[in-house]
């Protein structure tokens, strides 16, 4: 039985179509699969060959989810306990043995399936493909050795043809051996390399490897590491049919003639592979049918050779380009590729394609790095990508978080070199959403680099030639902070060409990061929050904070007694062993809105907290955007965006998809015409993400008293440039009669006084008092809240199911005299009252003035057997 915990952030959706001539061997736990996949431990077995037959009696052997690991199947088998629980990952435990105790043997599987071949495959080449196995395997088919496979990140194509059962089912059996170097913990007398760092990355010989090096362990996940390090088939396996010629890694170059953007050429490459023993000469047709343009060119084939089609390029005349969020559509193209043998279509592929031009430069007042879209600036508003540590991934899942990741405004993601490259699913939904991608490999500062260049470099190569035809695909960095690299510079040249890069994340014109961890907000505004000094300028690649998970998630992540009274214990290792301080200095910030006597409250408060942590670090980097501010910046990313584990230290979303307040005041934040207030200056400032300026804007501030009563109310008009910030419009005071809670409230209306936009902030009367204290408006002061008056909230629902998913509208008005303060609208099953995840609501935790209405919709893909509920800070009770 698949555990409880891993399923709960799984969505059924439909799979991404594949090809006809494509058979998933997924299994039937992921997305769809239809397959029944077994395992067994190594020693407990014969041969492969023996394994690898039809009449091989697997029933006693463990059921396997693929793709999938070792660790993620025995514990849905309940084999070994749910790592994500608790103290059950604690390595000094031993709940859970850990592959450099027990040695390789323990963690080494056979994995095994059988398969009907389709009956359009028949009389067609036949090629296993697997699109990632870490970290070495056999693989055999029907009793014979196909070949064997080495490292994470490569892609393996093994021909099937002549071991094809004539009739009845083929059996695929797979052995797959763990890493070589699994690395332990890190002496404890070997301190931190920089100030603020944690030890990360075990005792650093993981890195010898070309895998996912956060598997040992990291200071924002579990210290120490995941304890199988990710054994397993953890990417699909297909069987792919062509005839003679087979066509792969399509690849369109695009050279827009700018600034006009009025045409482009499109250089389209695609490999041909001779997969028979005869040369072979073949036709290779490629198509963009909007242009209704084709290219045609002969090719000729040794046995087994593969070979780059290079094509005369395409002109595109008034192309729809392909933008970033916010920046305009995300225009995708069609290409159709397609390889005659005589006569016959041998092989044929469809791909998408955007036409865009992404570089960057160091002409900047600074030196620091400047991304450009189609000839424009581009502010980087993005944000560090991390993989789920068990690999527990999913195109459900993958979607879930990219569609949080666009609703929250976040226009660009690092995918983080301690992880992985993302599957396909990821880039694809990426180019969809305009989300652009900074693709770093697999090396750290923190661990040792790989000890085989070529398998290093070959895993690379065929990484490239997997995303590189991505719209979304806008740079490439060799390492997390580290200088002595495998050079792949060569390698990027040759197989791309269009996408920059620097060698590793903190040099060429990006400093390094910091924060981290939870700090007095106070401390953004006057950029002190760093310990290794300013870090609001230039480019910094993370600066971030953690928010509480809500209590639902956190009940589901530990027992009951350890959330209250907090057990710091268990509190710290489900926080990268206290690495966010979570248990300390983030509790002492939510007791400043009085004492908790429940977990419940402790929560609700905790929201606040996070929320204004969060809202407060996009928004000064908005205000100090390009030249706009009093120092220049380019942009940062926040760090870190998802949760690898469940953990106290949450983030937008908790790792079970359930958002916290941070999404939707990031949203906020992140909003294209957003009015702001800097809690330091006083002042309100409006920033325009849109690349077209905006005449005679109005913005509205209102500063309303603990009783909600309006105790400031001006209107000033302005402009707003293109792609960038009108400053310090207006400023606010706080004479002591508005003590001991204001409540500001900023609208944005149009020329015409259309509402654009409004933001709604609460602060106290504590004097700030300067870097490191623990005082000012944004942090202390805040017990009077607990006695805020009640404010009566009524709702009006109605639900409609369009394509598998149920929509929801909630209407909420205010009808009182009173603020209704952080009210949060909860999605839950009618029968346990669980909260429905994923669910994509279109705001939450928001505040309503006297009279005020607002509309909410929620969509989600589970059954419509679901309440909304109602919460709130001060809500009314009937």
């Known amino acids: 039985m698949v555990s409880a915990l891993l399923l709960s952030a799984v969505v059924t959706i439909v799979p991404a179509q594949l090809p006809d001539n494509v058979l998933s061997l997924r299994s039937t736990e992921i997305d769809g699969g239809k397959q029944t996949w077994t395992m067994k431990q190594m020693d407990q077995i014969g041969s492969g060959e023996a394994v690898s037959k039809a009449d091989y009696d697997d029933e006693k052997w463990l ?44 963690y080494t599987f056979w994995f095994r399936t059988e398969f009907d071949t389709p009956r359009s495959f028949r009389g067609k080449h036949l090629t296993l493909q697997f699109d990632g196995i870490n970290y070495r395997a056999e693989v055999w088919l029907n009793g014979h050795h196909l070949g064997n496979l080495a490292g994470m990140f490569n892609r393996g194509r093994l021909d099937a043809t002549p071991y094809m059962a004539k009739k009845g ?92 953007a009025n045409s482009a050429e499109e250089a389209v490459v695609v490999e041909a592979e001779n997969v028979t023993d005869e040369p072979q000469t073949a036709q290779v047709q490629v198509e963009i049918p909007a242009t209704k343009a084709k290219r045609s060119q002969e090719v000729t084939l040794a046995p087994r050779e593969t070979k780059e089609v290079v094509f005369e390029p395409i002109e595109v005349q008034k192309p729809r380009l392909w933008w970033p969020l916010n920046k305009g559509e995300q225009y995708l193209y069609d290409l159709k590729a397609e390889v005659i043998v005589g006569k016959q279509t041998s092989d044929r592929l469809k791909t998408k394609f955007g036409i865009r031009e992404i570089r960057s430069d160091l002409n900047t007042p600074d030196k620091s790095r400047m991304f450009y879209v189609n000839g424009h600036r581009f502010f980087v508003r993005g944000s560090n990508w991390i993989p ?45 959403l305009g989300i652009i991608v900074w693709t770093e490999f697999w090396q750290t500062g923190n661990t040792t680099k790989p000890t085989d260049p070529i398998l290093y470099r070959a895993n690379v190569a065929d990484t490239v030639k997997r995303i590189r035809n991505h719209a979304c695909n806008g740079y490439y960095v060799s390492a997390n902070e580290r200088d002595d690299i495998i050079p792949i510079k060569d390698l990027l040249d040759q197989l791309d060409g269009t996408t920059g890069y620097q060698i590793q994340s903190e040099v060429s014109g990006i400093h390094d990061g910091s924060p981290y961890k939870y700090v ?5 505004y006057d950029d002190t929050a760093s310990p290794r000094g300013s870090r609001i300028n230039g480019f910094c690649p993370e ?97 870190y965006h998802n949760s690898p584990v469940p953990q106290v230290a949450g983030r937008m979303w908790d790792w079970s998809l359930e958002p916290t307040a941070a999404l939707y005041f990031t949203q906020d934040a992140l909003e294209p015409i957003h009015a702001q207030f800097d809690f330091i200056k006083n002042t309100v400032s409006v920033n325009n993400e849109f690349i077209r300026e905006f005449k005679g804007v109005k913005v509205r501030a209102r500063i309303f008293d603990i009783d909600s009563q309006v105790r400031f109310d001006k209107t000033v008009s302005t402009d707003l440039p293109l792609d960038g910030v009108a400053n310090d419009i207006l400023k606010l005071d706080f004479p002591e009669a ?20 409004d933001t709604f902030y609460w602060r106290s009367s504590q004097a700030y008092a300067g870097p490191k204290t623990l005082s000012g408006p944004l ?39 009173k603020i209704a303060f952080l009210i949060q609208l909860k999605l839950q099953d009618e029968k346990t009252s669980r909260p429905i995840r994923p669910a994509f609501y279109s705001d939450n935790w ?32 009937n």
């Open 846 to 877: 928001i505040s309503l003035l006297p009279g005020e209405s607002r509309t909410i919709t929620i969509e989600t893909a589970q059954p419509n057997r679901a309440k909304l509920v109602l919460d709130g800070w001060n809500l009314a009770r």
């Open 543 to 639: 600066y971030g904070t953690p928010i509480l998970p809500t209590v639902e998630c956190l009940r589901e992540m530990m027992p009951e007694k350890d959330l209250w009274p907090v057990n710091r214990d268990v509190w710290n290792y489900l926080d990268g062993g206290g690495f966010h301080l979570v248990a300390t200095d983030y509790k002492t910030a939510v007791d400043q809105y009085g004492p908790s006597t429940s977990i419940d409250e402790f929560a609700k408060k905790a929201q606040a907290v996070g929320a204004i942590g969060y809202r407060g670090i996009w928004e000064c980097w908005n205000e100090n955007r390009y030249e706009y501010g009093d120092r220049f910046t380019s942009g940062f990313l926040f760090w």
């Open 738 to 757: 508005f003590a001991p809670i204001q409540f500001i409230r900023l609208d944005v209306t149009d020329s015409e006084g259309k509402p654009i936009s």
């Open 779 to 817: 942090y202390g002061g805040f017990e009077p809240l607990q006695n805020l008056a009640s404010a009566k909230v009524e709702m009006s629902t109605s639900s409609k199911k369009s394509k598998g998913k149920t929509v929801w509208t909630a209407k909420l008005t205010n009808p009182s005299s």
């Open 169 to 260: 089912k083929n059996a695929l059996a797979i052995k797959v051996f763990p890493v070589d170097n699994p690395g332990g913990l890190r002496a404890k007398s070997n301190s931190p390399r920089a100030p603020g760092e944690n030890i990360n990355g075990g005792d650093g010989t993981i890195g010898k490897d070309v895998t996912m090096l956060m598997s040992v362990g990291w200071d924002f996940t579990f210290a120490d590491g995941i304890r199988d390090r990710n054994t397993g088939i953890w990417r699909d396996v297909k069987l792919v049919a062509t005839g003679p010629v087979a066509l792969k890694n399509p690849f369109v170059k695009s050279k827009i003639d700018l600034p006009s």
């Open 388 to 432: 789920e540590a068990m690999l527990r991934n999913s195109r459900a899942r993958t979607e879930a978080e990219l569609r949080y990741t666009a609703q929250s405004g976040v226009n660009f993601l690092r995918q983080w070199g301690g992880g992985i490259t993302e599957s396909d699913d990821f880039y694809e939904l990426c180019d969809e």
């Open 520 to 524: 007095n907000p106070m401390y953004y």
């Open 63 to 106: 059921r396997a989810i693929v793709p999938g690991t070792v660790l993620t199947s025995l514990v849905a088998n309940r084999v070994l306990p749910e790592p994500y629980f608790g103290l059950n990952n604690v390595a000094d435990l031993k709940l859970i043995p850990d592959l450099a105790e027990t040695g390789p043997d323990f």
